[in-house]
């Protein structure tokens, strides 16, 4: 009997840890992670427009290649879409050292080329350096573009167009 019992224990311990079994396992979600993040990528592509901006001689400081944050870290622009929540606030500097500054700017949606009139948010306040960014998608459509451009001419190049797009990837 106790023979019986080991070499079943064995048995079972061979089938329960077949090393090809894991692998195989560890290999599809390595597969399906790769996919993910390409997934992920491509609808950060989608998500990030041409921003329109052309030189105009008056930049000023060291501008961020992702200027965006929204709740005091880099905008994901993978994973924001209309349901996004959180206070959005615009910076440059030197992410190096990690000194940055937060500046003004303003926010709107722009559907089909034209600017949507936003109830309480008709004119944005030119001193405002963060918003609750619900306050505007909840007023967007998918397709729309959130514009947001900084209030003086020398942070120029942080302008951003993200286009909306629905949840997931």
Same mark, same amino acid.
Do not use: W
């Given at each position: 009997?106790?023979? /019986? !019992?080991?070499?079943? !224990?064995?048995?079972?311990?061979? @089938?329960?840890?077949?090393?090809? /079994?894991?692998?195989?396992?560890?290999?599809?979600? #390595?597969? *399906?992670?790769?996919?993910? *993040?390409?997934?992920?990528? @491509?609808?950060?592509?989608?998500?990030m427009q041409?921003?329109?901006?052309?030189?105009?001689?008056?930049? *000023?400081?060291?501008?961020?290649?992702?200027?965006?944050?929204?709740?005091?870290k880099p905008?994901?622009?993978?994973?924001?879409?209309?349901?996004?929540?959180? @206070?959005? /606030? %615009? &910076?440059?500097?030197?992410?190096? /050292?990690?000194?940055?500054?937060?500046?003004?700017?303003? %926010?709107?949606?722009?559907?089909?080329?034209?600017?949507?009139?936003?109830?309480?948010? @008709?004119?944005?306040?030119?001193?405002?350096?963060?918003?609750?960014?619900?306050? #505007?998608?909840?007023?967007?459509?998918?397709?729309?573009?959130?514009?947001?451009?900084?209030? &003086?001419?020398?942070?120029?190049?942080? *302008?951003?167009?993200?286009?909306?797009?629905?949840?997931?990837?």
């Amino acid at each position: 009997m106790l023979l /019986t !019992s080991i070499i079943a !224990s064995r048995t079972f311990a061979q @089938e329960f840890f077949n090393i090809n /079994t894991i692998l195989k396992f560890n290999n599809d979600m #390595i597969v *399906k992670a790769e996919l993910a *993040k390409e997934a992920k990528q @491509e609808r950060a592509k989608d998500v990030m427009q041409d921003n329109e901006y052309a030189s105009t001689g008056y930049e *000023k400081g060291i501008f961020l290649c992702n200027p965006l944050m929204l709740n005091g870290k880099p905008l994901d622009y993978g994973e924001f879409n209309l349901h996004s929540n959180g @206070e959005l /606030t %615009v &910076n440059k500097g030197a992410a190096i /050292t990690g000194q940055t500054t937060q500046i003004p700017f303003y %926010v709107y949606l722009r559907r089909n080329g034209n600017k949507v009139l936003i109830p309480g948010k @008709e004119s944005s306040d030119p001193k405002q350096i963060k918003i609750d960014i619900s306050e #505007i998608l909840r007023h967007a459509e998918s397709g729309d573009h959130l514009v947001i451009e900084p209030v &003086n001419k020398e942070d120029g190049p942080v *302008k951003r167009i993200l286009k909306l797009l629905g949840v997931g990837c």
